[in-house]
């Protein structure tokens, strides 16, 4: 029984260092499969998918990060329709890409979230501050990561000038309420075939609202209580992941929000804060899923 990882990285990209050695350590076979590698073909009577200079694996771990595009989607679905198990799916990957896709889900599963609009224009833009009680807002790229694609908006000069300056607006603009930090707290869980793994609870730096640990470095570990963990595990489940990252963040009044969830998340920071080898048990998850066995 074979593993693939699905990846644009080589074997020193950390998450895939750490699975090949996990691997290694418990005498799995495990192939990082580059999406470029992958030739699909469909044709009546059903898909087919070749793995150029290696072999179809028995199961699929898709690990491109929210820079998938839709070749390499195309490609995910693609080992799903050709017969190889994979975690994540393609479905779920469509909807965790997508930050307002992933909030429909899980509003929709009555998971708390923050109030949040999609906009395309400076009037709905304006309607959705408006209907947020007004400036501070928090402003995010759908499709976007570590930070690098969320803003806090504080007046409308800067709301015009993003509007006006956009260079894609095809996808739309999340305007969602402003959380203020301090008083916040935020926690990053990771979600593994309906349990968590371990959790960290993160803060911004000075001056800055965002704690992603690309930006800050360092996460603390915490243990969550029964709500939060309740909340990632229904959270990854509503988007149909069974690895995930899941965003949350607790208000002032003690209420835990889901604000995102990640579907190839890293796991160095999480192995560092709590000493825990994350990279084994995904492997002994995705061993056991392919051997069609519960995982306990
Ligand atoms: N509504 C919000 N209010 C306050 N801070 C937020 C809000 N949404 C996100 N943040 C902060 O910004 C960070 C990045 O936002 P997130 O939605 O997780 O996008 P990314 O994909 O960039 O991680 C969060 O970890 C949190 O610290
Ligand atoms: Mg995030």
């Known amino acids: 029984?074979?593993?693939?990882?699905?990846?644009?990285?080589?074997?020193?990209?950390?998450?895939?260092?750490?699975?090949?050695?996990?691997?290694?350590?418990?005498?799995?076979?495990?192939?990082?499969?580059?999406?470029?590698?992958?030739?699909?073909?469909?044709?009546?009577?059903?898909?087919?998918?070749?793995?150029?200079?290696?072999?179809?694996?028995?199961?699929?771990?898709?690990?491109?990060?929210?820079?998938?595009?839709?070749?390499?989607?195309?490609?995910?679905?693609?080992f799903e329709q050709a017969g190889t198990a994979v975690i994540n799916g393609a479905d779920a990957i469509r909807l965790a890409r997508n930050k307002f896709m992933t909030l429909q889900s899980l509003a929709h599963d009555r998971i708390p979230v923050p109030d949040s609009f999609l906009v395309v224009n400076l009037k709905g833009f304006e309607q959705a501050v408006a209907a947020l009680g007004g400036y501070p807002v928090v402003v995010k790229m759908p499709s976007s990561r570590q930070g690098a694609g969320v803003a806090r908006v504080g007046s409308r000069v800067t709301a015009e000038f993003i509007m006006h300056n956009l260079q894609d607006i095809t996808k739309g603009l999340l305007i969602q309420e402003y959380v203020p930090s301090p008083g916040r707290l935020d926690i990053r869980a990771f979600v593994l075939g309906g349990r968590v793994l371990g959790a960290m609870a993160l803060r911004p730096e000075n001056g800055d609202f965002r704690s992603n640990i690309h930006l800050t470095g360092s996460g603390t570990p915490m243990i969550l209580d029964r709500m939060l963990r309740q909340l990632a595990i229904q959270a990854a489940q509503s988007v149909g992941l069974e690895i995930a990252g899941v965003d949350m963040m607790v208000d002032e009044a003690g209420q835990g929000k889901v604000i995102e969830v990640n579907y190839t998340p890293g796991f160095r920071g999480l192995e560092e804060a709590t000493e825990m080898d994350i990279a084994t048990q995904i492997i002994q998850y995705a061993a056991h899923e392919a051997r069609g066995e519960r995982w306990t």
């Open 1 to 78: 029984m074979v593993i693939g990882i699905l990846t644009v990285r080589d074997e020193r990209y950390h998450p895939n260092r750490r699975l090949m050695e996990a691997a290694a350590a418990l005498g799995q076979p495990l192939a990082l499969i580059h999406t470029r590698d992958c030739l699909s073909r469909v044709r009546e009577g059903g898909s087919e998918l070749e793995v150029v200079n290696g072999q179809v694996p028995d199961i699929l771990l898709p690990r491109i990060g929210a820079t998938i595009n839709d070749y390499a989607l195309g490609v995910v679905r693609q």
